[in-house]
């Protein structure tokens, strides 16, 4: 850890919203009361800024109360948070979980987005983390098979998934 600061980088994985539609496409309006079923968060990884271990937390069967019960003090116990688009997407959905579960949400006074450093100061080809993780030489992300991956979390419940 640099200047005793606690760094936590962290990064979720959410589920998709369930619902009716009958048309696929750009520019579509889908009405929120066409929805069945609510997104949430399928997990949360994290690790401490000088460790090598990585921890995971992950929805219980479609419920993601418990992994919030068990991020958040680990969250409040960080002096600054680190993820890329984390600013714009985690930290937001990390606060409307939290809401809907009838939660406060915590105040997360310093967060470093990376995603935002990147558009601000460089100009790469791409500001995907795979890509500047791989221009950076520090490696790329894994093939996870895309959108096949997702219905087999959210629709046949397969646990290895």
């Not at 009361?33 to 990585?54: L, P």
Request: aromatic share 12%.
């Amino acid at each position: 850890m640099s200047h005793g600061i606690k760094r936590l980088f962290w990064d979720i994985e959410t589920s998709p919203n369930i619902g009716f539609l009958w048309r696929s496409g750009y520019k579509l309006s889908i009405p929120y009361q066409n929805i069945i079923q609510e997104r949430a968060i399928i997990c949360v990884c994290y690790k401490w800024e000088g460790s090598s271990r990585v921890h995971s937390l992950e929805w219980s069967d479609g419920d993601d109360r418990p992994l919030l019960e068990a991020f958040m003090p680990v969250v409040l116990d960080a002096d600054e948070l680190v993820a890329h688009n984390g600013d714009k997407f985690d930290l937001k959905w990390l606060n409307t979980r939290l809401v809907y579960h009838g939660f406060d949400p915590k105040p997360i006074e310093r967060t470093v987005d990376t995603l935002a450093i990147a558009r601000r100061r460089f100009m790469f080809n791409s500001n995907r983390l795979d890509y500047i993780g791989q221009f950076l030489g520090l490696g790329q992300k894994i093939d996870t098979g895309g959108i096949e991956l997702w219905k087999d979390i959210v629709l046949n419940k397969d646990a290895k998934a």
